[in-house]
């Protein structure tokens, strides 16, 4: 019955986030009807005792890599930065190479760290010109977004500042670059893939004279003043150099490992957060005159990285109830018999967690606050470099994450004004199938030694 209960709780998390219930309801209310029950302790010691120290700890390590980097995604929006690189890009490919240009630049700008839902709104209207110029049918315009925006750029690419990058740095302690070469094959991967796999969609599409489509409600915009594409690239630029510079120079020196030993040691998030802080305080002073009004900007920035990180701190306090729980050592000790090479453990357990969430950050931090500790263990016994469990976990979160219940991809399609009926079964492919392909590949590289 435990067992049963606890299923079912992840079932009714998938489902009533698939119809819009707001996790920071649903997760601690699922979380306290578990303990219910199971009867393992009160309900309210679950949802204070519980729940909340969990969903704290998460805040106090990540917050200020949320905080900084929804505020940077902010003002690169508003200054016209994001604009300016994503027509840019479109222009140097030309109509011919669309699809290629959409997913590469946003997953530039992805990778530069502006925030996902940022760079949808900033490379729609350039694509949907693009598309409409090349008569592509727009319902594969979703898919090019999605490909460039949640998947290599996000999980796979070494580097990226993408929070996600930085959830298991605590208790692996790697860094953002962490398994560069398994990273980058797995990223060319799904690029590629992707591209490939639109491509040949699309032009059978056309071959049957299916053009762009009738789009009355469509309102885009891409003309107006942008800044010159150097001075868009700059903050960018500047994230990377210092994110580098920082994590593989100073914080690895040996005067800065002895400056914060006594504090606990060097945390893997500050040369993130040292880096976005920068580009923000550059961004405000070198677009002063394009960002009308800077402090409504940077509240708003602010203001909007709080829903994610709670939205995500929810979800790891209702794994810390679970955790609790007598039942969850079965459970874990039948993840961590899933047959084959630890690997596949680790990314089975991860995308799993990451579909039923409908999340990535969300699986990927709910698999750390479950069984990091047991990954760890798992890599030190079998000589595995935990840089590339790191990888390899959450390049997995990004496999199931997009599920239909992912919000994520009902902010994408209602931005794009399409459904799911149109154009979700390109999105799965190059967001879930493509991911998990590539994963998979990856994953017998590492176990064969071959990265």
Same mark, same amino acid.
């Given at each position: 019955m435990d067992i049963i209960a606890v299923v079912l709780s992840l079932v009714l998390l998938m489902y009533f986030a698939y119809r819009g219930v707001t996790v920071l309801v649903l997760?601690?209310?699922?979380?306290?009807?578990?303990?219910?029950?199971?009867?393992?302790?009160?309900?309210?010691?679950?949802?204070?005792?519980?729940?909340?120290?969990?969903?704290?700890?998460?805040?106090?390590?990540?917050?200020?890599?949320?905080?900084?980097?929804?505020?940077?995604?902010?003002?690169?929006?508003?200054?016209?930065?994001?604009?300016?690189?994503?027509?840019?890009?479109?222009?140097?490919?030309?109509?011919?190479?669309?699809?290629?240009?959409?997913?590469?630049?946003?997953?530039?700008?992805?990778?530069?760290?502006?925030?996902?839902?940022?760079?949808?709104?900033? %490379?729609?209207? =350039? /694509? !949907?010109? *693009?598309?409409?110029?090349?008569? #592509?049918?727009?319902?594969? +315009?979703?898919?090019?977004? &999605?490909?460039?925006?949640?998947?290599?750029?996000?999980?796979?690419?070494?580097?990226?500042?993408?929070?996600?990058?930085?959830?298991?740095?605590?208790?692996?302690?790697?860094?953002?670059?962490?398994?560069?070469? %398994?990273?980058? =094959? /797995? !990223?060319? *991967?799904?690029?590629?893939?992707? #591209?490939?796999?639109?491509? +040949?969609?699309?032009?059978? &599409?056309?071959?049957?004279?299916?053009?762009?489509?009738?789009?009355?409600?469509?309102?885009?915009?891409?003309?107006?003043?942008?800044?010159?594409v150097w001075l868009a690239f700059l903050p960018i630029v500047l994230v990377f150099i210092i994110n580098f510079v920082l994590t593989n120079g100073y914080f690895k020196s040996e005067a800065a490992v002895e400056r914060y030993a006594s504090f606990g040691g060097i945390n893997g998030i500050w040369s993130v957060v040292v880096a976005l802080s920068v580009a923000i305080v550059l961004l405000l002073v070198v677009f002063r005159k394009r960002i009308a009004e800077p402090n409504q900007e940077v509240f708003d920035g602010a203001v909007g990285g709080l829903l994610p990180i709670f939205n995500t701190a929810s979800e790891v306090g209702y794994g810390g109830v679970i955790k609790s729980l007598a039942v969850f050592a079965g459970i874990k000790a039948a993840i961590m018999a899933i047959?084959?090479?630890?690997?596949?453990?680790?990314?089975?357990?991860?995308?799993?967690?990451?579909?039923?969430?409908?999340?990535?950050?969300?699986?990927?931090?709910?698999?750390?606050?479950?069984?990091?500790?047991?990954?760890?263990?798992?890599?030190?016994?079998?000589?595995?470099?935990?840089?590339?469990?790191?990888?390899?976990m959450i390049m997995a979160a990004g496999g199931l994450d997009t599920l239909p219940h992912c919000g994520a991809v009902i902010t994408l399609l209602a931005v794009t004004k399409l459904n799911h009926k149109q154009s979700y079964f390109d999105i799965a492919i190059c967001t879930m199938a493509i991911p998990l392909i590539a994963t998979t590949v990856v994953i017998v590289l590492a176990t064969l030694g071959v990265v």
């Open positions: 997760a601690p209310l699922l979380a306290m009807g578990t303990v219910f029950v199971t009867g393992d302790f009160p309900m309210l010691v679950a949802w204070t005792g519980k729940f909340m120290p969990a969903a704290a700890n998460y805040i106090q390590t990540y917050f200020p890599v949320f905080l900084t980097g929804a505020i940077f995604g902010k003002l690169m929006g508003a200054s016209g930065c994001a604009r300016s690189i994503a027509r840019f890009i479109s222009e140097k490919f030309g109509k011919e190479r669309a699809i290629a240009a959409v997913i590469i630049a946003t997953g530039l700008l992805v990778y530069g760290g502006v925030s996902l839902f940022v760079v949808v709104f900033a %490379i729609y209207p =350039i /694509g !949907a010109s *693009l598309f409409r110029e090349a008569t #592509i049918p727009k319902r594969f +315009l979703p898919a090019a977004i &999605a490909a460039g925006a949640f998947t290599f750029a996000m999980t796979a690419i070494p580097g990226t500042p993408q929070y996600i990058n930085t959830i298991p740095i605590p208790v692996f302690g790697t860094d953002i670059y962490a398994a560069p070469m %398994i990273g980058l =094959i /797995g !990223a060319a *991967l799904m690029c590629i893939g992707s #591209i490939a796999w639109l491509n +040949l969609r699309s032009s059978k &599409a056309m071959a049957k004279g299916e053009g762009y489509g009738d789009h009355p409600d469509e309102n885009i915009r891409i003309d107006g003043d942008v800044p010159a047959p084959g090479p630890p690997l596949v453990v680790v990314a089975v357990s991860t995308t799993l967690l990451a579909g039923i969430i409908g999340s990535s950050s969300g699986g990927t931090a709910l698999a750390v606050e479950a069984l990091g500790p047991d990954f760890l263990a798992l890599a030190t016994a079998n000589g595995i470099d935990p840089g590339v469990i790191h990888r390899i």
